[in-house]
C-alpha cells in the first residue's frame, strides 16, 4: 500500500492551494483520513482529519480557513487550504488508518512541501 501525495508548492500569503493523496490498492477498512504537518524545527502536527462517516475535526490554527474532504470511497482525501500564512509553511504529511481484523494499521504519503511567502 503506498499514498501518493501532491499538490504543495510556493504560494504568496492570503493565496491557496489544494491538496491531494491517494492511496494504492483497496480502501477496505479505511476509518480514518488526515493531514499532518512538520515545520522546520517542529514536531508533526495534526492539521485535520475525517472519518468514514464524514466526520471532520481541525486543528485550532487553521480552522476557517482549511478544508478536508474525500472522495466518498476513501481513495482520496484532499485538503484545500484557503487564506494561507507564512506559519503554514511546512511539508504536509497524509495519514490513512486501517482497522482491520481488530488490528489497526498506518500509512504515511511521501511529504508534500507548501511554502508561503510574506
Known amino acids: 500500500v503506498q499514498l501518493q501525495a501532491s499538490g504543495g508548492g510556493l504560494v504568496q500569503s492570503g493565496g491557496s492551494l489544494r491538496l491531494s493523496c491517494t492511496i494504492s490498492?483497496?480502501?477496505?477498512?479505511?476509518?480514518?483520513m488526515g493531514w499532518y504537518r512538520q515545520a522546520p524545527g517542529k514536531q508533526r502536527e495534526l492539521v485535520a482529519f475525517i472519518t468514514r462517516d464524514s466526520s471532520t475535526n481541525y486543528t485550532d490554527s487553521v480552522k476557517g480557513r482549511f478544508a478536508i474532504s474525500e472522495d466518498g470511497a476513501q481513495k482520496t482525501v484532499y485538503l484545500q487550504m484557503n487564506s494561507l500564512k507564512p506559519e503554514d509553511t511546512a511539508v504536509y504529511y497524509c495519514?490513512?488508518?486501517?482497522?482491520?481484523?481488530?488490528?489497526?494499521?498506518?500509512?504515511w504519503g511521501q511529504g508534500t512541501l507548501v511554502t508561503v511567502s510574506s
Open positions: 495519514n490513512f488508518r486501517r482497522r482491520w481484523f481488530g488490528a489497526e494499521y498506518d500509512y
Open positions: 490498492g483497496s480502501s477496505m477498512g479505511i476509518i480514518v
